[in-house]
């Protein structure tokens, strides 16, 4: 099973570039999620989608924006990239019920790590 | 706003001892996760902590949650290097939201 797949892997972009981080999950699960990865920072969620056709800011979405393409697909677009915005870019997805007992564990993809200089 | 705190964020520790790495919390919760991280890779489940007095267990780890002190333990046993890594610990907002809040990770070195 794969699970939960983003792309690319690593990514090198110059201040101004525009790019999209694409996730993808073969789980049927109704829930995704984007979060960034900083050293000493833990991780923070970016974005949040409960379901196709939804979307809900997190922590920090500033300078991103998102689209629930269909239930297995979540992408996020940088439209003018930071330095600040370097970072290891994580996607996740769960769901709510899982064999009849309430849980929300989350799975993650690989990551993507971007460079912004 | 719910805020996580993990202690210590980092742990150095010898093959064979004992520790404890410890998960507060700010706000009303009753659901707590931890993960691993190993260096350069994804995070991993662990645990998933239900309700208060939640214990879980697997081989050298053990976890437990106890809602009204707002505070999760995660005690290792007779530690080996194979357990070095980066541990979460991410609570869900109220309000079946499904969002997590993170810690900011402990990192433990286990050495020979």
């Known amino acids: 099973n794969a699970g939960v797949t983003q792309t690319p892997k690593f990514q090198v972009l110059k201040t101004g570039q525009s790019m999209t981080l694409q996730c993808a999950q073969d789980?049927?699960?109704?829930?995704m999620y984007w979060y960034r990865q900083d050293p000493g920072m833990g991780l923070r969620l970016i974005y949040y989608s409960a379901s196709e056709g939804t979307t809900d800011k997190g922590e920090v979405p500033n300078g991103y924006n998102v689209s629930r393409l269909n239930k297995r697909e979540f992408s996020l677009r940088l439209e003018s990239a930071a330095p600040s915005q370097t970072s290891v870019y994580f996607c996740a997805s769960s769901e709510r019920i899982a064999g009849g007992i309430a849980k929300n564990i989350q799975y993650f993809g690989a990551g993507t790590r971007l460079s912004v200089l | 706003e719910l805020k996580v705190e993990q202690n210590p964020l980092f742990l150095s520790m010898q093959e064979g001892k004992n520790y404890t790495i410890y998960c507060n919390y700010s706000t009303t919760s009753d659901r707590l996760y931890w993960y691993r991280q190993d260096p350069g890779k994804s995070l991993e489940s662990l645990f998933v902590?239900?309700?208060?007095?939640a214990v879980k267990q697997e081989g050298r780890l053990m976890a437990s949650l106890d809602t009204k002190a707002r505070l999760s333990t995660l005690h290792i046993t007779a530690a080996v290097h194979d357990l070095s890594a980066t541990y979460f610990c991410a609570v869900e907002t109220q309000g079946g939201s499904e969002k997590l809040v993170f810690g900011k990770g402990t990192k433990l070195t286990v050495n020979p």
């Open positions: 902590l239900l309700s208060n007095g």
């Open positions: 789980m049927n699960h109704n829930s």
